[in-house]
């Protein structure tokens, strides 16, 4: 028994690869797909089955591109209903692979076809289980992501308690919880950083598994204090279900180098964005005016996609040389297919023209504490709400960069102001979106609350 976890960063997202006996079972695939395929070639393995704990909407799965490449039938619980070829599983329904077998459990809450894989050695012992979005660790899956059908979060969450209590806590204690997130994803709220852990020690830390809770109790935890699910989530949910492009395809058909006047006129056709995804202290040094910054070395994906809300934007890409492909791949992992090209020889092509350059002023937060003594300064902080309760610079406002877009006329309403988050990323993609609709005078802090937490703790509010 093989038992492998992918784990993605930007997407906070585990898959698994199975393998046992010459066969591997795939669980929640990427949607580039050659990592599964090299270990296949690798390990002399054919891939028997491909299991789905959802319809994830948070980035879009690789089932359909794995399936066509290997021949293996791609599997959903109870509820899924596709647009391409899948087994939908029946609650308890198991499948046999190599000298293992996977058990599915029906777990709805999450989503309604939400289920959980439980993966038995030969003897029949449950070894591990993968929940999905059903179980976190240290939370469970929001209960407000597919609502309709006459039924609200608050039904929703009410089948998640059950789903926990019925199917997933009578397992043994030593069972293996691998769920499909970790800390940073937007499908719960408090998720550990930790990427597996056994359910004994889950019922000890995890707040959904106390016996103590009842059914109104965890119906009240999980529906409170939810942020507005991003908008492109209902276009990854389609996709999955409904299928997508190759990675193969996208990157030869984005990978396009413009000349800086094949740039220039694309930029000035209706609703292209340009998206700069260098570092955040590249960016605020210069970039081309207008721009909106997202950074490759951060949380790329999500946070593009919570940006850019519509799958079909069509983009201009600033790019570090040598991570165009890279850029594609990412923003293809949410859905976001339509990049038109990128800039021949980066920022430094457009830095050498005559063209107009736009920039951001920072400031270190060591020398704001002259100013804070003395003054009141307008500040802004762009961290989620639980962030901002745990502890901010005083006076400071929250305005979440997830509600930015909705948020502009808060902005206007100051004479310049200071912008920080919780290391200096989300900061400056916040800074680049105000500047686009010509809010300017911004200082951004860098590294923001943990420079600030360094150096101004004497003005800490909790």
Known sequence: MKIEQIYTKCLAQGSYYIESEGEAVIIDPLREIDSYLEKTEQNNTKVKYIFETHFHADFVSGHVS????????????????????????????TFSFGNLKIKALHTPGHTLESTTYLLMDKEGKTKAAFTGDTLFLGDVGRPDLVQGKGLGKEELAGMLYDSIREKI?????????????GAGSACGKNMMSITSDTLGNQKKVNYALKEEMTREEFIEETTKDLLESPDYFKWNVQLNTQGYNDTDSLLHKNTVFLSLDEFENKRKEEGVIVLDVRHQKDFTQGFIPNAIFVGLDGMFAPWAATILKDINQPLLVVAPEGREEETITRLARVGFDNVLGFLKGGFQTWKDSSNDIDSIKNVEAIDLKEKITNDK???FDVRKPMEYKNGYLANAKNIPLDSIHTSIEAFKAEKGFYIYCGGGYRSVIAASILKRNNINDITNIVLGFQAIRKDLAEFIKN
């Open 377 to 379: 300064i307008e500040l």
């Open 66 to 93: 794995l399936s066509k490449k290997t021949g293996a039938p791609i599997i959903f619980g109870p509820n899924a209903t596709t647009s391409f070829d899948a087994i939908i599983a029946k609650d308890n329904q």
């Open 169 to 181: 806590m009578p397992l043994e204690e030593d069972v293996l919880i691998y769920p499909a997130h």
